[in-house]
């Protein structure tokens, strides 16, 4: 059993949590504050079989809950609890939380230069930014983009 429910801890998930291959049932991080996407390594909690709860956080992001941890939802017979609590699924983190800053989606099109380096950005880079054709330069260093 792995329960660290009903506390207020934060910040993203640790990726090491999927070295608890062990655990079988009670994998309990619910009614925390925990933010950002699910770590895939999750998904290595292939014995798990009954009580998955990741409910009542600050999980967000496209891809809050990724596929590796979503099929565990096929061996977790009884007690999968995951979106509930997590309005922030599947919308980026910058459009959800406070300490989130977004890159801006458009800029005009005229945009030679795009310089976001060390402005504390989450999330991806806008896929917009590949119809910026007179650009010359881009600097998006020293952030917190994913993707």
């Excluded at 977790?76 to 300490?99: F, K, M, Y």
């Amino acid at each position: 059993q792995f329960e660290i429910h009903n506390n207020f801890l934060s910040a993203s998930l640790p990726s090491e949590l999927g070295a608890l291959t062990g655990i079988k049932s009670w994998f309990r991080l619910d009614s925390n504050s925990f933010t950002a996407e699910v770590p895939s390594q999750i998904g290595a909690l292939s014995a798990l079989t009954a009580k998955f709860y990741l409910n009542s956080n600050q999980l967000c992001g496209w891809n809050a809950i990724p596929t590796e941890v979503a099929e565990l939802s096929t061996s977790v017979a009884s007690g999968w609890r995951v979106a509930t609590g997590n309005e922030g699924i599947g919308t980026p983190c910058c459009e959800t939380l406070d300490g989130f800053k977004c890159l801006p989606v458009t800029l005009p099109t005229a945009t030679i230069i795009i310089d976001f380096n060390t402005g504390n950005y989450t999330g991806t880079v806008p896929t917009q930014f590949g119809l910026l054709t007179d650009a010359t330069k881009m600097q998006l260093f020293s952030n917190k983009l994913t993707g």
